[in-house]
């Protein structure tokens, strides 16, 4: 997303009925992609379900075990098992899906620059399918480390939250959302930004 994409996002979005005065308030988001999106992945698989704190120290020792942080590729993961992966405080499990990570980086050739050029759909039907991704997290790499500027993640809890009140309605399906979510295009990622920020004041959602 270029900054002509984000500010014409915004000028958008300031109409909105729904998320006009949530623009108003709040700062843009800052979204700037991620100079190396296989590191990236295997971070937010790190931190799934462990504090900040707790999930930094994990990741650091385990930058030391591979010999690479920034410069992480899938070929210094390759040369640990699980075991050995376990051993800087993975959980067996997520040892293995971020193995599972990088013999499918390896295996298709998901390189930065080629992850970079390929569409929306191609990114998520290539990580989709490595066991231990699920579409929330691709749905979050390709908002904030891709920075593609269309992504609704309909999955997200705070998203269905958010628009509860502008369906009117308790339960709703992901087909729903998506519909309501037309108004949006082709800035969805920036309102999805904007829909997290009306549950940090609640006020600013017209019912």
Not at 57 to 71: E, H, K, M, S
Not at 115 to 130: C, F, G, Q, S
Not at 141 to 146: C, D, I, P, S
């Amino acid at each position: 997303m270029t900054e002509a994409d984000l500010k014409s996002a915004i000028d958008t979005l300031r109409s909105c009925k729904y998320l006009g005065s949530t623009v108003a308030a709040f700062d843009p988001p800052s979204l700037e992609p991620t100079c190396n999106p296989f590191r990236s992945l295997v971070r937010i698989i790190t931190f799934q379900q462990l504090s900040g704190k707790a999930a930094e120290t994990i990741y650091n020792r385990f930058a030391i075990l591979v010999g690479a942080d920034d410069n992480l590729v899938p070929e210094h993961l390759l040369a640990h098992d699980i075991e050995s992966l376990r051993t800087v405080g993975l959980s067996r499990q997520k040892a293995s899906y971020i193995l599972n990570i990088a013999h499918s980086f390896h295996d298709l050739n998901l390189t930065t620059e080629r992850l970079m050029n390929l569409p929306d759909d191609e990114v998520r039907n290539a990580l989709i399918n490595i066991k231990g991704v699920g579409h929330w997290t691709v749905d979050m790499f390709l908002m904030f480390y891709l920075c593609r500027p269309n992504i609704f993640p309909t999955g997200d809890l705070g998203i269905q939250n958010a628009m509860r009140p502008m369906i009117g309605k308790q339960k709703f399906k992901a087909l729903e959302m998506e519909a309501f979510a037309e108004q949006w295009q082709p800035y969805r990622t920036v309102a999805a930004y904007y829909l997290w920020r009306t549950l940090d004041s609640p006020t600013q959602t017209p019912e």
